[in-house]
């Protein structure tokens, strides 16, 4: 007898799959950690099949059983062949992501472990009065619920939950997760990253307690395991965590939660390069779990599935507590820079700023420094020099070139007057949180001022510092990225300003409209919270662009007929599938033959099921001493190519990306 075992050939390497012996005695199924001679070496190894056919060599054999109990169950290893499948990935690739690190090492090295008491970091465990427990639930929840539990008394089914931040999600989901496990089965909840998620994390652990397992990337390797073997052991029924909590390995997954569907943190960017909201789907295909994606937002290509009945649509269309999103106001940043205003705030947000402050109100300032410089912006007009092929910005380099990240079309420079309106005041656009929280500061100099970036946030505990110095009152202003925009539930909010809405509609991608979008409604809505109200200040070089007016006007289904009708212009999704490939060579030269010569071939064997774009550098075009190039089959059917032609690897294949900037 002998068994495919996916072989781990170190903890990052690459893993392939191997056919071994199974010597008499030895009762091996698929999903049992076994111990395997790999060459000279010692690997851990997951049986994937037993009873394969023999290759007619001799075998070397399994060396030992490292767990009794298989550490992947059957649906498991399902899920994994549809993610190798699906991702163009190595199968034994996909089997590592299921299996905990942890486990790995020790089956190569056994070391005796014990188990330790257990720990829910201190914010998570926030003994936050579980009060609306009880409380009815609304019309627009009570529907959303008998739709899931219609799901969850037949074979599953996903949904698209779709409110406004304070719509009543959460509690959407922690009343189907009730109903799941009264049925005898298990729920996953995934967050797109706890630290910024804590809230909704911590109402799972006030309401499951000890049922409840998080699993997340913050973890120790030892932690991890001790999470992941409470819920091998049914200990624990509720997991609740980042991306890959979604292979936690519960007996009976009856529910699936992905909450904020929209974050890009969902996709993995190295192989297996699966998307958790598809690979949830298919979870409760084999499973026959319901899927429930929460957003405010959600992308495009989840809107349409919805509205084409591939997911069922669930709108909570208003606050619980009935609190008006806020009111907000387009400044055309053109305009101050003719009033010879070149302060990165505008007289309208100064004026909001002064007014807050003296009120003893709280303000939030927000910009994105993402695509810092990157693109060549008219400050008379707001035109954005763009790749005549296809209109979307040229990025600038260091060396002062135009490229189009697309197609690889370049311009040796920046032209010296504005292409729309002629104007000479043409240049790169980009503003930074330093600069800003200086100009605040000199604008408002009573007030405590915080600022929060990556980098500061990289400071442990950052985040929670910030959030609980606003919280209390004694800061007053905070300017940020992203960080800001996430968690930051403060009813003394009165004023949101954006300082500069356009550095990622600005980005050459095809999701840069959205993730406008989306970032700007998820940081509007941080304002007006608590009774006295509050508005927003939206500061643009381009106040006619759909994706600002909808934010402003809080017109999520406006944003979406816009962006729907764009995208189908490109056939980008849903209109047509995505796969990225990217290479990286110390030489120039050789990644550009490299990448010369896989296009060719992608285009001599695509006929109509795929367009070929570039070879065109990639966005980072040097990366670590190395050069970048890729290339982009976008069409309905980009796999029937990647089928025929072969791709070597030196290639990465990402099918369907987040993004083409990578
Ligand atoms: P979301 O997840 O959409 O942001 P939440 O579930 O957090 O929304 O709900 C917003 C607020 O309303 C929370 O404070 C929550 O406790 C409260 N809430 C939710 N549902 C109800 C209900 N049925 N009755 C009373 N309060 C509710
Ligand atoms: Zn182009």
């Known amino acids: 007898m002998n068994a495919e075992v996916a072989v781990f050939a170190g903890l990052r390497g690459p893993a392939r799959t191997f056919t071994y012996g199974v010597p008499e005695g ?45 550490v992947l169950r059957a649906y498991q290893l399902e899920l994994a062949r549809w993610i190798a499948r699906r991702y163009r990935c190595s199968l ?25 008491p257990r720990r829910i970091p201190a914010e998570l465990a926030l003994a936050e009065d579980d009060a609306v427990r009880d409380a009815d639930a609304t019309a627009a929840q009570r529907a959303a619920l008998e739709e899931i539990q219609r799901g969850l008394d037949a074979d599953g089914g996903a949904f698209l939950l779709h409110g406004v931040t304070g719509s009543g999600k959460t509690e959407v989901y922690l009343r189907a997760a009730a109903y799941v496990l009264a049925q005898g089965r298990g729920v996953i909840a995934l967050v797109p990253e706890i630290a910024l998620t804590t809230q909704v994390v911590a109402r799972f652990v006030a309401r499951f307690g000890e049922r409840v397992a998080l699993l997340h990337s913050a973890l120790s390797e030892g932690e991890r395991l ?87 649509l669930l709108p909570l269309p208003e606050r619980v507590s009935e609190l008006p999103l806020p009111p907000t106001t387009i400044v055309d940043l053109r305009l101050e820079l003719r009033a010879n205003n070149r302060s990165t705030l505008s007289s309208a947000l100064r004026a909001a700023l002064t007014k807050a402050v003296a009120k003893s109100e709280q303000a939030i300032l927000y910009l994105n420094r993402r695509g810092y410089a990157t693109v060549v912006l008219c400050r008379d007009c707001g ?9 979307i910005p040229y990025a600038v380099h260091a060396d002062g070139r135009m490229v189009c990240h697309r197609c690889g079309r370049t311009e040796t420079a920046p032209p010296p007057r504005c292409p729309s309106c002629g104007g000479a005041r043409i240049r790169q656009l980009g503003v930074g949180t330093q600069r800003v929280e200086d100009e605040v500061r000199g604008a408002v100099p009573a007030a405590r001022i915080l600022r929060l970036d990556r980098d500061a946030v990289r400071r442990k505990g950052a985040h929670a510092a910030a959030f609980e110095l606003m919280r209390s009152g004694r800061a007053q202003v905070i300017v940020g990225t992203q960080m800001v925009a996430k968690g930051f539930d403060l009813p003394g909010v009165t004023l949101v300003g954006v300082v500069s809405a356009d550095t990622i509609l600005n980005l ?60 189908k212009r490109f056939g980008h999704p849903p209109f047509g599938r ?17 990448a010369e010569a896989l296009a060719r071939a992608l285009r001599d064997a695509a006929a109509s099921d795929a367009d070929v774009l570039g070879p065109a550098p990639a966005f980072a075009a040097k990366k670590a001493g190395t050069y970048r190039a890729q290339v982009v089959l976008r069409g309905a059917r980009p796999d029937a190519v990647l089928d025929r032609v072969p791709v070597g690897a030196e290639w990465s294949i990402d099918v369907d990306p987040m993004t083409l900037l990578g």
Request: aromatic fraction near 4%.
């Open 578 to 594: 995505l796969v990225l490939l990217q290479t990286a060579a110390k030489q120039q030269a050789t990644v550009e033959r490299r």
């Open 92 to 116: 034994a690739d996909a089997v590592r992501a299921m299996v905990p690190p942890g486990l790995a090492r020790r089956a190569r090295t056994p070391v005796r472990t014990r188990a330790r």
């Open 383 to 391: 035109f954005v020099v763009p790749c005549p092929a296809c209109e």
């Open 508 to 567: 050459p991608d095809h999701t840069s409209a959205e993730r406008t979008f989306q970032l700007l409604t998820q940081v509007l809505g941080r304002s007006g919270r608590g009774s006295a109200g509050g508005r927003g200040i939206l500061q643009t070089y381009l106040p006619d662009h759909y994706a600002i007016r909808a934010a402003a006007a809080h017109d999520y289904a406006a944003f979406a007929e816009a962006e729907l009708a764009a995208r």
């Open 26 to 70: 030895l009762a091996l199924a698929p999903g049992h950690l076994v111990r395997v001679a790999l060459g000279p070496r010692v690997a851990a190894g997951v049986v994937v099949a037993v009873d394969v056919p023999s290759p007619g060599r001799e075998l070397r054999p399994v060396e030992a059983l490292a767990q009794p109990e298989p």
């Open 226 to 312: 001790d999470e992941w073997r409470r819920v091998r052991a049914g200990a624990a029924d509720v997991v609740v965590g980042s991306r890959s909590a979604l292979f936690a390995p519960l007996a009976r997954p009856g529910l699936v939660v992905v909450d904020e569907e929209q974050e890009p943190s969902y996709k993995q960017e190295s192989d297996p390069r699966y998307h958790a909201v598809d690979a949830a789907i298919e979870l409760g295909r084999i499973c026959g779990a319901a899927v429930v994606l929460g957003s405010a937002t959600p992308r495009v290509t989840t809107y349409a599935a919805a509205r084409e009945g591939a997911l069922r």
